[in-house]
């Protein structure tokens, strides 16, 4: 039987991600044992006392183990935690430790949304991707410039680690590990069984893209606030350049460094956000939009949306638009 460990931090933690994942993996079990399988997951609440308060005392969990009494376990669970991510890590770094120790000896770990912020502290995740809520993504990469954030997909799996992006992703990570160790078929089950969308792998269409501004580099904001003001203009960079007195390279690399984006992805990302918009209000079609924000080739407008958001507009516009949703 595989041992799960899903851990009760101290302070403000995600309680969905507690119990969900525990109702979850026990259903798995209920399901093995209606087709005449030995259940497959012993699932164990750990913790580094025996109990934690939760939510300003509004709840208190009593983990089964305190870490200390868990020699080996195969898989860890880390919930999201909330609050000053500085002060949840002091908190609860006596995980850390363990967590290393753990995975030396064949755990994997996973993370969901922002507790990706706890599982790179280990340094297990220097070198490989991440994902976490978009939300916080320009965070973690200042923090950790060793750890590629991949904010668009909505999990990741290397080496033993995986990471989900925000909120309830952690919902497809649990549906991709149970297929991992049980099975397609439990894991199609258990999508059905709980209404979660099987095989979705972006978080795209729910990030809203609020420029990179995390960073203490001033003539990189002034470009990218002219860019955000003169979105409908077709920008030379080289103007860009002679605008905030940088040369043109010298900008180039400090603005990659600053925003993780290249100076023609951040021009790309700012038009899509004010079309996304464009599409979910008002009675305007893709076309209209399209203009609006400074594209005239369709297919172009079309691919780089699709990209960005994982959508096309159309079904954008379908999904988000109430007037679109009366009309269909």
Sequence with gaps: M??????????????????????????VNTFRIRLRKPPLFQVELVGLHKKIKQRNGLYTVQPDKIIGEIEKTDLIIIPAMHGDMAEATKKNYAFIPWLKDQHAAGAEIASFCIGAFFLAET?????????????????????????????????????????????????????????????????????????????????SPFSIFQGQKLHDDEPVKKAQEYIEENFTEKISIDDLAKNIALGRRNLERRFKKATSNTLAEYMQRVKIEVAKKGLESGKKNVSEVMYEVGYNDSKAFRNIFKRLTGMSPVDYRSKYNKHAAVLA
């Design 2 to 27: 595989m041992h799960v460990s899903i851990l009760v931090p101290e302070g403000h933690t995600s309680l969905p991600n507690i119990d969900g994942t525990l109702q979850i993996l026990q259903e």
């Design 123 to 203: 340094g297990l995740l220097d070198g490989k991707k991440c994902s976490t809520h978009w939300v916080a993504a320009n965070e973690f990469r200042a923090l950790y410039p060793n750890i590629e954030v991949v904010d668009e997909k909505i999990m990741t799996a290397e080496d033993g680690l995986y990471t989900s992006g925000g909120a309830y992703a952690f919902l497809n990570l649990l549906v991709y590990l149970i297929e991992k160790f049980a099975g397609r078929e439990t894991a199609i089950f258990i999508s059905k069984a709980f209404m979660i969308d099987i095989d979705r792998f972006t978080q």
